[in-house]
């Protein structure tokens, strides 16, 4: 299957949130017909409306995807939506953080293929990443044409295990906020210092945005990065023998912070 089967036999979208509408977005910007994607959203955004796809409305009869982006918590108020394509050839992708596999093979039947996806929020502007792994009924073509529709909203990884999805929650799905801590707690450091809280804000979301880009297109691995800036007895290396602390800097703090991430993913799949 690929994106022409996609475009042939119809892709339905299941909630069109803020997700939802960027993966639309990007679908549609890369050329997939409006007139085969059908999408079920109780509260249908005017953005939307505007886009020519079908809102609502009977169903295809085979489409090539169902691609599931509604919260957890509504979770199972919808999917019966689509539950007459289960145990067939609609490829289902869920976005949908912390519900696994097994619940949708309990409610679509235990032969439908399904993949789970855990993108990000910077999904919103195409600098997102998302993890994907596939149940057994999935196989290399059906990962592929995932990746392909992910690829409207960044990068893409293959895990080796669905429990491996916790980690990828805590680290890439929970991370944002995490840097955004990091550009908040790095501006009001710098009002600290003297600077007024306009300067120290442009600075600091400057700083974190530019590195990261920086660490994403250099050839240098972050670790070389980091020694590239740090002259001996300066001024960054003051900073890091701070942050660099094993005990009271960023290893332990990050891995505690991580893995209460991880183990709150695990509960709350259990749930």
Not at 142 to 152: I, Q, R, T, V, Y
């Amino acid at each position: 299957m690929n994106m022409n089967d996609v475009a042939e036999r119809g892709l339905v979208l299941l909630g069109c949130g803020k997700m939802g509408s960027a993966m639309l977005a990007g679908w549609l910007r890369n050329g997939l017909p409006p007139h085969a994607v059908w999408v079920i959203d109780p509260h249908p955004s005017d953005w939307l409306k505007q886009q020519g796809v079908h809102i609502g409305g009977e169903l295809p009869e085979n489409p090539a995807i169902a691609l599931i982006a509604v919260k957890p918590q509504m979770m199972k108020q919808a999917l019966p939506d689509v539950k007459r394509l289960g145990n067939g050839s609609t490829l289902i992708i869920s976005v949908a953080a912390g519900t696994p596999i097994s619940t949708f093979e309990a409610i679509l039947g235990d032969q439908t293929p399904i993949i789970r996806a855990m993108p990000n929020t910077p999904a919103a502007i195409g600098r997102g990443i998302t993890a994907l792994i596939g149940n057994t009924k999935t196989g290399n073509d059906d990962l592929d044409l995932a990746e392909a529709l992910m690829w409207s909203i960044g990068q893409t990884v293959r895990l080796d295990d669905e429990s491996q999805m916790d980690a990828v929650t805590a680290v890439s799905g929970s991370g944002p906020a995490y840097v955004f801590h990091l550009i908040e707690t790095l501006a009001a450091a710098g009002v600290a210092e003297g600077l007024s809280e306009e300067v120290a804000m442009t600075l600091a979301k400057a700083t974190v945005g530019g590195a990261g880009d920086l660490a994403e297109n250099a050839e240098e691995e972050p670790g070389q990065l980091r020694v590239n800036v740090t002259s001996p007895n300066g001024t960054t290396q003051a900073a890091l023998a701070v942050l660099m602390d094993p005990d009271t800097g960023f290893p332990a703090l990050l891995r505690r912070a991580v893995a209460a991430a991880a183990h709150r993913s695990r509960e709350l799949s259990r749930e």
